[in-house]
T-cell receptor, first 118, second 119 residues
Framework: DVKVTQSSRYLVKRTGEKVFLECVQD?????MFWYRQDPGLGLRLIYF???????EKGDIPEGYSVSREKKERFSLILESASTNQTSMYLC?????????????????FGPGTRLTVL | AQKVTQAQTEISVVEKEDVTLDCVYE???????LFWYKQPPSGELVFLIR??????QNEISGRYSWNFQKSTSSFNFTITASQVVDSAVYFC????????????????FGKGTSLLVTP
């Protein structure tokens, strides 16, 4: 079974704090993703990574950064948390395989971290 | 612009009714994938199905079926004889080339349809 774990289910931080959200997958997947989920907006991509030390911006990268030092771990960093970053954060991973369809493998999601910024 | 539209925000049905969740997508690419995910109250998204743009065959898996029609850019999901355990938020998603070779393609999600099945 693919397992994607996130460091916390619930997190409460203060405005201005630096926040780290950790995600670990145990299936040797090349691709990892960070989304945030807000009511009425669905899931929106923040950043993704297709290899160690590689990262690409998603749709809403402002206010966030990421780190991928090891293949299994993908961290989302809020440099200075703000109240509008209160949200559910979801991490996902997927396998990359060669061939035109290889990059479309399904993503496996972690349980999410509900972050509240006060 | 929204690439995936799930016009139904909430649907409520009584157990054993059939229910169809609509999904309309927009893309200029000829090669793409469509997905459905289920998010139960526990919060973790569960993969249901993946369909590539060249395969328009309908698929059935138990009580679930999917109708992919490129002519109308739709990928609708039907649950037959719904059960209480089907209560969840269902997301349709589109994956299309992002111009990066050898990279995993990110998903564009619709806003989700919340399905409530009551006894």
């Amino acid at each position: 079974d693919v397992k994607v774990t996130q460091s916390s289910r619930y997190l409460v931080k203060r405005t201005g704090e630096k926040v780290f959200l950790e995600c670990v997958q145990d299936m040797d997947h090349e691709n990892m993703f960070w989304y945030r989920q807000d009511p009425g907006l669905g899931l929106r991509l923040i950043y993704f990574s297709y290899d160690v030390k590689m990262k690409e911006k998603g749709d809403i990268p402002e206010g966030y950064s990421v780190s991928r030092e090891k293949k299994e771990r993908f961290s989302l960093i809020l440099e200075s948390a703000s109240t509008n970053q209160t949200s559910m954060y979801l991490c996902a991973s997927s396998l990359w395989t060669s061939g035109v369809w290889g990059s479309y493998n399904e993503q496996f999601f972690g349980p999410g971290t509900r972050l509240t910024v006060l | 612009a929204q690439k995936v539209t799930q016009a139904q925000t909430e649907i409520s049905v009584v157990e054993k009714e059939d229910v169809t969740l609509d999904c309309v997508y927009e893309t200029r690419d000829t090669t793409y994938y469509l997905f459905w995910y289920k998010q139960p109250p526990s919060g973790e998204l569960v993969f249901l199905i993946r369909r590539n743009s060249f395969d328009e065959q309908n698929e059935i898996s138990g009580r679930y079926s999917w109708n992919f029609q490129k002519s109308t850019s739709s990928f609708n999901f039907t649950i037959t004889a719904s059960q209480v355990v089907d209560s969840a938020v269902y997301f349709c998603a589109l994956s299309e080339p992002n111009g990066l070779e050898n990279s995993g393609y990110a998903l564009n999600f619709g806003k989700g349809t919340s399905l409530l099945v009551t006894p």
